[in-house]
């Protein structure tokens, strides 16, 4: 079975441009989930979305968003970068039953 | 509220001598607790998880975990330290809270391995 995809792996933005990071989840998972890790902040839950619909969300600005198709593919957008946007985003999913996480490899992001 | 402490930023060990992470947790009710382990430049692998069965939990790569409710700690142990353990491992708990689970994550201790 093939574990959570995240691309790209890696990319470099200027400030004030916006990107897109995709995500599949292991087969079967409905619930995808966005984190940001940074070296001072550490693990920060960004939102998690489940069949569709977002279903809870971290503390993050209005600039960060996410949508999750029909495939339970999801991606998360952040429009008006900014320099302390670079961090490692990494998905998760798990099962409708389960409460375990899987993660991706993250999608590093580089602001510039 | 719940909340988990791992209690050590850095842990530094030589090849072949036990490894002890250590993380303690607060919950009012019997959690799920997870260990994951990141590599750099890679994401989180879950190493074990505790879901109320056995206290003692087998988890890949030689590591395992104690849950003891008395003490409120799950603190990670491997017997033999490998050089590819050198990584940051994050312990976590989990939380069903309105029908969604909810993660906490601890800051992470990582983990050096000396020749």
């Known amino acids: 079975k093939a574990g959570v995809t995240q691309t790209p792996r890696y990319l470099i933005k200027t400030r004030g441009q916006q990107v897109t990071l995709s995500c599949s989840p292991i087969?079967?998972?409905?619930?995808v989930s966005w984190y940001q890790q940074t070296p001072g902040q550490g693990l920060q839950f960004l939102f998690e979305?489940?069949?569709?619909?977002?279903?809870n969300k971290g503390n993050f600005p209005g600039r960060f968003s996410g949508r999750q198709f029909s495939n339970s593919r999801s991606e998360m957008n952040v429009s008006t970068l900014e320099l302390g946007d670079s961090a490692l985003y990494l998905c998760a999913s798990s099962s409708d039953t389960g409460n375990t996480i899987y993660f991706g490899e993250g999608s590093w992001l580089t602001v510039v | 509220a719940q909340s988990v402490t791992q209690l050590d930023s850095h842990v530094s060990v030589s090849e072949g001598t036990p490894v002890l992470l250590r993380c303690n947790y607060s919950?009012?009710?019997?959690?799920?607790l997870f260990w994951y382990v990141q590599h750099p430049n890679k994401g989180l692998q879950l190493l074990l998880k505790?879901?109320?069965?056995?206290?003692l939990v087998k988890g890949i790569n030689g590591f395992e975990a104690e849950f003891k409710k008395s003490e409120t700690s799950f603190h990670l142990t491997k017997p033999s330290a490998h050089m590819s353990d050198a990584a940051e491992y994050f312990c976590v708990v989990s939380l069903l809270t309105s029908g969604t689970y909810k993660y906490i994550f601890g800051t992470g201790t990582r983990l050096k391995v000396l020749a």
């Open positions: 505790y879901t109320s069965a056995a206290t």
């Open positions: 919950s009012s009710y019997s959690p799920s």
């Open positions: 087969s079967g998972h409905r619930s």
């Open positions: 979305y489940f069949s569709e619909t977002q279903r």
